[in-house]
């Protein structure tokens, strides 16, 4: 039973109906946003403006297509991870099941495999880490989306670099 944090033993208290659907966090953004929207899309907007101005002129179109298409799936995937809510999970006064567990800094019941960060304040499922450069948490929720946009990043990289050294037709 999902409760908020109103006392259940107070006469007239709002209490939410079992069946009630709860709501799902749709655009998240975490403690580092200010990084991210400031150096992070700047930092990758920026070297990626750089190469499409002064490396890709003259090349061939296959190319210039999938160098964009990279950055735009670069920039896709970072947007996913910054934005996609990492698995925070409600607040329990009860615990679902015997394997949950009281937190005390979230003051609420937490279920095996989820973690408390001090950084985000909440509790989230999976926690991996706090990332700075995409301004939030990872989690089980946007782990994935994560590891695309880390692997995205070193294949424009390394593409970049391909580039410069002249080796790309």
């Known amino acids: 039973d999902d409760d908020d944090d109103d006392d259940d033993d107070e006469p007239g208290a709002w209490r939410p109906r079992r069946h009630a659907r709860q709501t799902r966090l749709r655009c998240v953004v975490g403690p580092f946003w200010p990084f991210a929207l400031l150096v992070t899309y700047p930092l990758v907007m920026g070297i990626s ?14 190319t210039v297509v999938v160098w964009a298409v990279c950055v735009v799936a670069l920039l896709v995937a970072l947007s ?17 099941n015997a394997t949950w567990r ?7 019941f937490r279920p095996p495999g989820a973690v408390y960060d001090d950084d ?9 880490h706090v990332c700075p450069w995409t301004g939030t948490g990872i989690g089980a929720a946007n782990l994935n989306a994560f590891h695309t946009f880390i692997s995205l990043l070193c294949v424009c990289v390394i593409f970049d670099i391909l580039l410069v050294m002249n080796v790309v037709p």
Not at 49 to 62: C, N, S
Request: include cysteine; proline fraction near 6%.
């Open 49 to 62: 403006a750089t190469v499409g101005v002064v490396l890709l002129p003259g090349r061939a179109v296959a």
């Open 80 to 96: 996913c991870t910054a934005c996609r809510d990492p698995g925070v999970l409600r607040r329990h006064r009860r615990a679902p």
């Open 102 to 108: 009281w937190n005390d800094q979230a003051r609420t």
């Open 120 to 128: 985000l304040g909440l509790v989230v499922e999976g926690f991996d």
